[in-house]
């Protein structure tokens, strides 16, 4: 039997116990609630407070490749070192006070400044200020962009007040190669110029955090760390060749030199494929200092540049007769050195000559403006126009660097009397060496216009492969146009003037030069200022490549001939490049008169 003096206690203790089991119950709720059930909205609360710290976790920028993978632009760690001005002092106090057996600063500074490239009076000056400033700073910049090599040098110092921080940086290992092509990054990682800019979306990364939360004494507290990893960005393949770049760089910086051009250029076109396997140009730009360089010459003039093409358009003329009105290479008109037309235009040969009877084959030979501007009367002018936007003259070639130029056609109802002759030999139209370079893989393609290219494509980080769109191949001409004009282009190779200057032996080669004059900007011409043109193709009996070679304003040479020792060289290298097999067949000579 219970008594009342047993069951008293008894009551209260399993009250206790309850009121007990309940406070423990709502700690275990509340801890449940905070840990679990709205853990990441209480630690990003607890983020904001005094003792949050965050990272920031660097992407790596893509890298540009050739078309054989050898890296053109890519990223690399630097470290931005900073100093910690009142851990120096309390440590030199600790030395000085025989507490510490560390060095003192004025010794380490020593060490520093001969890792940094700094003299010694700098790198002391550096904690001098900051402590002047505020005599317990705890920052003070010590050296940006420290290279890997230097960073560790720092590291094997093994002093506390030293911290390095990394970041990417961009670096471009072959130099100035491509440097106009590819463009350059800014000191704060900013794309600037060229492939750079315009491909930004493939190449540019996507930085992560890292966020977390400290205890007074600096440690990072377990649990609160959370993580959004970086993204790295994808690898920009081009269709140019690094070695042939290189050395066309070479070679058109030599030529423009010996010809006192004020530029010059070569663009190689790949006939069956429309890929672009090098542009190279004079002056460049090398992207690791783009500064040294003037602004003028930090972007590329292949793609930024038009000009009037001069007699090069006679070969564009030309397969427009034969294709819209049954020319062929035989076929002739009556031409003298200077021609007056009905409609009261003048036109000019740039050679004194009598009438002759010219075939279309001598016309492009001599390059005969007064016979081209005959021959340019079989077809009308509405024809004339649309051929030469058919072969993409004045239609850019969507090529992807950025704001590429067009050239520019004024259509055929604003065409004077004068500019309804003066456009068949390339005088009152303009055009871009990409243009030109496609138009003459057109008229030897079998007719059939590639679309030109110079971004092979984009691989993501992920391992996704992005091809650029491209227009579909479009016939210009007929075969047999294609072939008709291969043909006089071959003769025109080898019966002109500077037939041997252009000669590669083992090879059949044809082509076209265009001396095209330059504007004042006021509406005339620069008197004896021109733009020089050599457009070419190889081999002719199956063509593989065109290179077209310009120099802007040479003064030694003023004609196209001026092109033509660089054109040769450059041709060369071209099909020793791609080990084009030598022809095995022997051209036809064809008449320049009938």
């Not at 050195?337 to 000559?353: C, T």
């Not at 051929?387 to 004045?394: D, E, N, S, V």
Request: aromatic share 8%; charged share 20%; proline share 5%.
């Amino acid at each position: 039997m219970t008594t009342r003096s047993t069951r008293s206690p008894r009551r209260r203790t399993v009250v206790a116990l309850a009121v007990v089991l309940a406070v423990l119950a709502g700690f275990i709720i509340r801890l449940v609630d905070i840990q679990v059930v709205n853990a990441d909205e209480h630690i990003k609360d607890s983020l904001d407070v005094a003792f949050a710290g965050k990272q920031t976790l660097y992407g790596t920028r893509g890298s540009i490749v050739d078309e054989s993978n050898q890296t053109l632009a890519g990223s690399i760690l630097q470290y931005d070192c900073q100093l910690d001005p009142l851990l120096i002092t309390q440590i030199d106090a600790q030395v000085l006070d025989e507490k510490s057996s560390a060095r003192l600063w004025a010794d380490v500074s020593d060490d520093v400044a001969d890792i940094t490239g700094q003299t010694p009076e700098e790198v002391r000056a550096i904690v001098g200020a900051a402590l002047a400033a505020d005599p317990a700073s705890r920052y003070a910049e010590l050296e940006k962009g420290v290279s890997t090599e230097q960073f560790r040098a720092l590291a094997d110092l093994e002093v506390p007040y030293i911290v390095c921080v990394p970041h990417p940086a961009r670096t471009y290992p072959d130099g100035a190669v491509a440097g106009n092509l590819v463009g350059f990054m800014g000191t704060d990682s900013e794309a600037l110029e060229g492939l750079e800019v315009s491909q930004n979306d493939c190449l540019a990364a996507t930085n992560g955090t890292r966020t977390y939360e400290k205890g007074k004494d600096g440690v990072v507290i377990p649990g609160t760390e959370t993580e959004v990893p970086a993204t790295d960005g994808g690898t920009l393949q081009l269709t140019i060749n690094r070695d042939l770049q290189w050395y066309l760089q070479q070679l058109i910086a030599e030529q423009t030199q010996n010809m006192a051009a004020q530029r010059g250029a070569i663009l190689v076109y790949e006939v069956k494929t429309g890929k672009v396997r090098a542009a190279a140009e004079y002056p460049t730009v090398d992207p690791n200092d783009y500064a040294a360089s003037p602004t003028e010459n930090r972007t590329s003039s292949i793609f930024l540049d038009w000009f009037e093409p001069g007699s090069t358009f006679k070969g564009l003329t030309a397969a427009t007769v034969i294709d819209a009105a049954g020319q062929t290479p035989a076929s002739t008109v009556v031409a003298s050195s200077l021609e007056n037309f009905p409609n009261g235009a003048r036109v000019r040969d740039s050679f004194q000559h009598p009438a002759y009877t010219y075939t279309l084959t001598g016309v492009l030979i001599d390059s005969s403006n007064a016979g081209i501007s005959k021959f340019s009367e079989k077809v009308d002018k509405q024809t004339r126009y649309d051929y030469f936007k058919r072969f993409g003259i004045g239609e850019g070639t969507a090529s992807g660097y950025p704001n590429e130029q067009t050239g520019l056609v004024y259509p055929p109802d604003q065409w004077g009397a004068q500019t309804t002759y003066n456009t068949a030999f390339g005088q009152g139209v303009t055009t871009t060496m990409p243009e030109l370079a496609r138009a003459y893989g057109a008229i030897v393609n079998g007719g059939v216009k590639m679309p030109l290219q110079i971004i092979e494509s984009c691989t993501k980080s992920d391992g996704t492969v992005v091809e650029p769109d491209l227009a579909e191949p479009d016939q210009v001409i007929s075969a047999s146009t294609s072939a008709q004009m291969r043909e006089m282009l071959e003769n025109v190779f080898l019966q002109a003037p500077y037939a041997k200057t252009v000669e590669i032996p083992g090879y059949r080669i044809g082509g076209k030069t265009g001396t095209g004059e330059k504007s004042d900007g006021h509406g005339n011409y620069k008197a004896g200022a021109y733009y020089t043109t050599m457009v070419g193709f190889a081999p002719a009996d199956d063509p593989a490549y065109v290179v077209v070679v310009t120099l802007d304003e040479p003064t030694k040479v003023t004609s196209s001939a001026a092109n033509a020792t660089a054109f040769q060289k450059a041709m060369t290298q071209v099909l020793k490049t791609y080990r084009v097999m030598p022809s095995t067949t022997s051209p036809e000579l064809l008449p320049k008169f009938g």
